[in-house]
């Protein structure tokens, strides 16, 4: 199986996932977007206020959401995984972002699941 992360501008996504194939695993989503929310792959609301205020810095905020996962586990999460699903949230290509943390859980965790940011 293979998942795909990117972000929610990336305006190539259009020409290659349907809205059944798209989920939104940030805390909200632009309105203009037809896609599934996974709230449970979304970051906290607190979590993400610390890090953007400075309260939690990257490896904290990094510590903070793997816990996060690690507490949902492999039963819960595999589940919400689809193959040729494209996993969405705000943050552009090259920035920290939590979908980088949860691609990387995902294939450290659970077998057979290969990723790739589009």
Not at 82 to 108: I, P
Request: hydrophobic content about 40%.
């Amino acid at each position: 199986m293979k998942i795909y992360t990117s972000y929610f501008a990336n305006r190539k996504l259009k020409d290659v996932f349907t809205p059944d194939m798209t989920f939104a695993i940030s805390a909200g989503m632009p309105k203009e977007m037809n896609c599934e929310r996974l709230p449970a792959l979304a970051p906290s609301w607190q979590l993400l206020q610390d890090y953007k205020n400075g309260k939690v810095d990257w490896d904290g905020y990094t510590r903070q959401y793997v816990t996060q996962l690690d507490a949902l586990g492999v039963e819960k999460i595999a589940p919400m995984l689809k193959d040729g699903a494209v996993y969405l949230c705000f943050e552009g290509k090259d920035k920290n972002c939590h979908r980088h943390l949860l691609a990387k859980w995902v294939r450290e965790n659970i077998a057979g699941v290969e990723t790739e940011e589009v």
